[in-house]
């Protein structure tokens, strides 16, 4: 089974400033996908950033960037220059193959709620 | 990117009638997902749809509960039904595409239920 963890329901940042959020996981793959998403009230799911498990070099996407720990099993994401449009809630997701329904799926953590306040 | 129709955006319901959320996608896709999401929660996956074959339902969901079809490789609909107010959550719709872009799967703009 893979499981995903937030630890930080809810964070907050001042306007400009960086915050890090983190994601732990655990798969018992080898090849296997990690996400990103923000989801803000109108409900729909945005894509922020994505890791490939074998690429050891970590994502970057403008002011987004992860820290991808593979042995740790850590992926945090560091938000810089925080914006106002920032604010949302974010949830970290694991794509790897599920073992159980023999096809891939993709598990989401229970998401940080990020404020960024001006 | 792939383009996704989820209707209707919300609806309000009685308790004990039944709810048939469609999925429409702008070009063909092999897994189609459908996911609960209820009040200040994460996101939980309910069925895989592949076309052609029944629905894999997750631990916790069943068919008679969540019926799901298939009919082709651009549509999908998820029913709720006999429906309670622990019901009321938001379903959103999923499918995989092999792209040349940083994204994998995208996601229909949900479907807000309430059920008195």
């Known amino acids: 089974a893979q499981t995903v963890t937030q630890s930080q329901p809810e964070m907050s940042v001042q306007e400009a400033e960086t915050v890090t959020l983190s994601c732990t996981y655990d798969?018992?793959?080898?090849?296997?996908?990690l996400f990103w998403y923000k989801q803000p009230p109108s409900r729909q799911m945005i894509l922020v950033i994505r890791q490939e498990a074998y690429k050891q070099q970590n994502a970057t996407e403008n002011r987004f960037s992860v820290n991808f720990q593979k042995a740790a099993k850590s992926f945090s994401l560091k938000i810089s220059d925080s914006q106002l449009g920032d604010t949302a809630m974010y949830f970290c997701?694991?794509?790897?193959?599920?073992?159980?329904?023999?096809?891939?799926?993709?598990?989401f953590g229970k998401g940080t709620l990020l404020t960024v306040n001006p | 990117s792939a383009v996704i129709s989820q209707k209707p955006s919300r609806d309000i319901c009685q308790r004990g009638t039944s709810l048939t959320i469609q999925c429409q996608v702008d070009?063909?896709?092999?897994?189609m997902f459908w996911y609960r999401q209820q009040p200040g929660q994460s996101l939980t996956l309910i069925a895989t749809?592949?076309?052609?074959?029944?629905?894999?339902?997750e631990s916790g969901f069943v068919i008679d509960k969540f019926p799901i079809s298939r009919p082709n490789l651009t549509f999908s609909t998820l029913t709720v039904s006999n429906m309670s107010p622990e019901d009321s959550s938001i379903y959103l719709c999923?499918?995989?595409?092999?792209?040349?872009?940083?994204?994998?799967?995208?996601f229909g703009s949900g479907t807000q239920l309430s059920v008195l």
């Open positions: 999923s499918v995989e595409r092999v792209e040349t872009t940083n994204e994998k799967l995208f």
């Open positions: 798969t018992s793959e080898s090849n296997y996908y």
């Open positions: 070009s063909q896709v092999t897994m």
């Open positions: 749809a592949n076309q052609g074959s029944e629905a894999t339902y």
């Open positions: 997701a694991l794509w790897g193959w599920h073992s159980g329904g023999s096809n891939y799926k993709l598990t």
